[in-house]
């Protein structure tokens, strides 16, 4: 590549070096651009869900709906719960103590449609030879929380040989199955208090906004030094002084 020169300065890139470092400098904004994205992105469901927090209650009816139409948002129900069905959703740490998702159907007033209510986390048995202990809640009852859509796929190791309560994961069309009645494509985070002894702190999806903020500033810097030691490795002093 030609030199060029700044008084008593030379600038000599070379070619291999000078490929390096522009591939470097792509990868470094790409990726700042990838953060920049995904913090907008997390924006965007944080000014969702502040906006949905402010709103009212959303009733879920005694009929199968959309999934989509209430995801995320703030709703109520009001059923029976179906102790007996009660699952474990196991592998769920809180503050550092293993335990479990307690996940209980409840019977829509009125129908006979389910709907799957994550009653909150429960820790377990240290020895894991022995489940909690739910208490059964019987007569009618009123609870809210927040509306969740499960993953579309989840990975199993061994699917088709799950039996008993506990289970690794959520699959609600195992348990539609299993239950063997009509079941609401969603799962209730419940907020409500039952005084059942659940912990029910809910990480807020739209996390990681500052995180991503962060990333993305690094990989700019990343570039930027990337321009200034390609300038500096290629200016050379002229051996002449002029």
């Known amino acids: 590549m030609k030199a060029i020169r700044f008084g008593p300065w030379q600038f000599s890139p070379t070619r291999w070096p000078t490929a390096a470092s522009v591939s470097f400098v792509i990868l470094t904004l790409w990726l700042g651009q990838w953060q920049t994205h995904r913090a907008e992105d997390k924006q965007a469901l944080r000014d969702r869900l502040d906006g949905l927090a402010a709103g009212t209650a959303k009733p879920i009816p005694p009929s199968i709906v959309p999934a989509d139409e209430f995801a995320l948002q703030k709703v109520e129900v009001q059923g029976e719960f179906q102790v007996a069905q009660t699952v474990f959703i196991d592998n769920r740490v809180y503050r550092g103590r293993p335990g479990y998702f307690v996940v209980t159907p409840l019977r829509i007033e009125g129908s006979t449609i389910l709907v799957a209510i994550n009653r909150g986390w429960v820790a377990g048995d240290p020895n894991r030879k022995v489940l909690p202990i739910v208490q059964p809640i019987e007569g009618m009852q009123r609870l809210s929380g927040i509306a969740i859509k499960p993953l579309d796929r989840v990975y199993e190791i061994d699917a088709d040989t799950v039996t008993g309560p506990v289970r690794q994961n959520l699959n609600l069309d195992r348990l539609r199955v299993e239950w063997g009645m009509a079941l609401q494509p969603m799962v209730i985070q419940q907020t409500s208090d039952s005084a059942d002894g659940f912990v029910r702190d809910w990480p807020r999806p739209d996390a990681g906004v ?14 930027a030094v990337g321009v200034l030691l390609w300038i500096t490795l290629n200016l050379r002093k002229n051996d002449d002084g002029k």
């Not at 500052?210 to 570039?223: G, I, K, N, S």
């Open 210 to 223: 500052d995180v991503h903020r962060a990333y993305a500033l690094q990989w700019y810097v990343m570039a």
